[in-house]
């Protein structure tokens, strides 16, 4: 197949992945979207199914989960996409690392070479032995770089580094955690999206619930964004309520406790802190944003928020491109960006530190290219958060 026939159907999927995506969170209207949508409501009922199955399973210690030996924190959510997960995880880890804990993050990666299964049963039976995981940083050091290691191991690994937090890679998390517990000598492990991860026992479960879009549209996958039934809120040790703005909606309180009633809230809201240049990594004040024309484009789930954080930050958005979540940039659509950008007399380009990580020496506009750097703030009585660290740090091991 020519070079020319695998740009149109890798355009032509895309195109497809997109309205899909868009029927899912309501963005497009008409009879096409409603059949699709028919069809995808059919799948979220086959899906609930084996989802509830696969529970029951566990719960019921059919299948068995692995414990590690040391205390295991899961922070996941109940939707894909759009919660500010790793900012979170970021800050987790920062503060325990500061309380003395010795840290690793265990991430199965998105779209890094190491995510390839085949790749890895290959090398398995060629060499007769698992492959070792994948160790982006030593807790020293990154030690690989985000086409390999996937944007959000690698955007961790870069922050975290000198916390001496470990972040390794691997889609078989028991066997990456019981490799950090050789290799390191944790005590501590973050299971980075591992919600639905059950081989692994956890001992406190973090849950992320996005305060503004907290389920969808209710359905489970494909139809909806939910990965598991809202009930199962009841499985959280604590839920953070994330990109928070004021006072939590009672309405979604009140559904939180019904499903679990004496589980912790704590809100936070994720604030830009700052622009920082792609190309050597200087910052800016977010003034510099104030009055400017700028291009934005982003690879995330909710595309929406990071335009609407740059406008409340005094930018004129005059033009904007989203891409799929974790889309893997190449050549024509950097051109298409820069192309758009200067057909609409923009003074700088701006996308999300997730995307940027994938962009470092790929992509040289004339004009300023930045990203923003995002930080969790606990709002209100940190309390809450506090008694999470030291739960974590002191308490039981117990499962909830």
Known sequence: MSAKHRGFFSSLGEAIASYAVDVVYERQQGMGARLLGGFLRVLSWVFEVIV?????LYRNRLFRDTPLGCKVVVVGNLTVGGTGKTPVVLKMAQVLARRGRRVAILSRGYK????????????WIVQGNRPAPLVVSDGKAVLVGPDEAGDEPYMLARNLAAEGVVVIVDRDRV?????????????????????QYLPLRGQINLLLVDSRDPFGN?????RGILREPISNLSRASYIFLTKSSGRPDPQLIALIKKHNPKVEIIACAHSPQELIAVDHGKSSPLSHLVGRRV???SGIATPERFEETLIAQGAVLVSKRRFLDHHDFND???????????????????????DAVR??????????????????????????????????????????
């Not at 509830?52 to 029951?56: K, Q, T, V, Y």
């Not at 066997?175 to 919600?195: C, H, K, S, W, Y």
């Not at 024509?332 to 997730?354: F, P």
């Open 112 to 123: 890094g070479a190491s995510d390839s299964m085949f790749k890895r049963f290959w090398r």
């Open 52 to 56: 509830r199955l696969r529970l029951w």
């Open 359 to 400: 962009l470092q020496g790929r992509f040289n506009p004339p004009i300023p290219l930045m990203y923003v750097r995002l930080e969790v703030e606990i709002l209100g009585d940190p309390e809450g958060f506090n008694a999470a660290v030291e739960r974590i740090c002191f308490g039981p091991s117990s499962a909830r």
């Open 295 to 297: 291009m934005a484009f």
């Open 175 to 195: 066997e990456g955690g019981r490799f950090a517990l050789r290799q390191f000598g944790v005590d501590t492990i973050l299971l980075d999206d591992g919600l």
């Open 332 to 354: 024509e659509d950097l051109d298409e960006v820069l192309e758009q950008a200067l057909r609409y007399k923009a003074e700088m380009i701006v996308t999300t530190e997730k």
């Open 218 to 222: 209710g359905s489970l996958l494909p």
